[in-house]
């Protein structure tokens, strides 16, 4: 069994090697706008995944093409009469399946210096491998499958969704001038006049809604380094991941431009390459902002708990 540290090697030498064959990051991708579209989700408990491993689906996805959302084990998706594709010829062993992570809580009992048994809790990193629905064959699935029936959305209403989402929080969003960003100082969000965008402007507003998010006041996030300059980079990393986290989430596109942030890849890489807990402490941050943020909108009905059998990472 691979320890922690192999396990974050693993997968932060997947995400750069991504990067650095020319891909934009793999938080990036852009995708269709279908029901069976958008952020990796478990087909059995119907939840997204989290932390790290959207990141590692989305790698998948674009090595292979696949289109669909919708993810899961072997052994789920035998349960459901669908039969994972042969390994195809030119893809070694062991690659054909994607693997994801989760964070496996075990509590000790020790005894401490004054002879009294005291709960000791940690994580423990444990692998999944699983399979898009692209890799499996079974037609009583296709209903499953990127494409199969016509999104009939408007683009106002999706839009109107977006809105309705960020209305639900309550932050002070302000608009005017040239320039996005998050006042920590006054908590507000300062955004042009709409008019000046056109689809970029909620990609934009998810950004710094991140940020917002990440605020003291609320998640009250702190990043891992001393250094201003890394601190700024690191926070810059959870917003970049988060806001496609969250467009992905609400269902607006995303551009493929990173005029705002390229300025900061060669610095991502170079800390990725140097702290192999750098990526999960983005991602992991990323999602639990966009969770922060859509709880405000979500229903009873929409907070219902994933299946054991969802692969979640819980790092800080």
Wanted: glycine share 6%.
């Amino acid at each position: 069994m691979p320890t922690n540290n192999q396990v974050r090697h693993d997968i932060t030498n997947r995400i750069i090697e991504s990067i650095e064959s020319g891909s934009l990051p793999p938080w990036r991708r852009t995708w269709r706008q279908c029901p069976n579209s958008g952020w990796a989700t478990n087909v059995v408990s119907r939840m997204p995944y989290t932390g790290v491993n959207p990141i590692l689906c989305m790698i998948a996805s674009m090595k292979y093409g696949f289109q669909s959302k919708q993810w899961a084990t072997f052994r789920q998706w035998k349960a459901l009469n669908g039969q994972v594709m042969k390994r195809p010829e030119g893809i070694e062993p062991g690659k054909w399946g994607t693997r994801i992570v989760f964070a496996k809580p075990i509590t000790k009992t020790k005894t401490d210096t004054h002879g009294d048994e005291v709960e000791e809790k940690f994580f423990i990193l444990k692998q999944y491998t699983v399979f898009n629905i692209d890799q499996v064959e079974g037609d009583h699935l296709n209903h499953l499958r990127a494409g199969c029936e016509q999104d009939t959305r408007t683009e106002f209403e999706r839009l109107e969704h977006a809105e309705e989402v960020f209305s639900a929080t309550g932050a002070d969003i302000r608009h005017g001038g040239n320039h996005c960003y998050f006042s920590p100082a006054d908590d507000y969000i300062q955004m042009p006049e709409r008019e000046r965008f056109d689809r970029e402007y909620y990609e934009s507003l998810s950004h710094e809604f991140i940020h917002w998010s990440l605020n003291e006041r609320r998640l009250n996030w702190k990043a891992a380094s001393n250094a201003r300059a890394q601190q700024y980079a690191e926070e810059e990393l959870v917003a970049e991941i988060g806001a496609c986290f969250l467009a992905n989430e609400i269902g607006i596109p995303i551009t493929e431009s990173l005029d705002n942030h390229s300025a900061y890849l060669n610095g991502w890489l170079e800390r990725m390459k140097g702290d192999s807990s750098y990526i999960f402490r983005a991602s992991s941050a990323a999602s639990k902002a966009t969770d922060f943020i859509m709880s405000f909108n979500r229903t009873k009905d929409d907070a219902s708990t994933a299946g054991a059998d969802t692969p979640v990472v819980v790092m800080s």
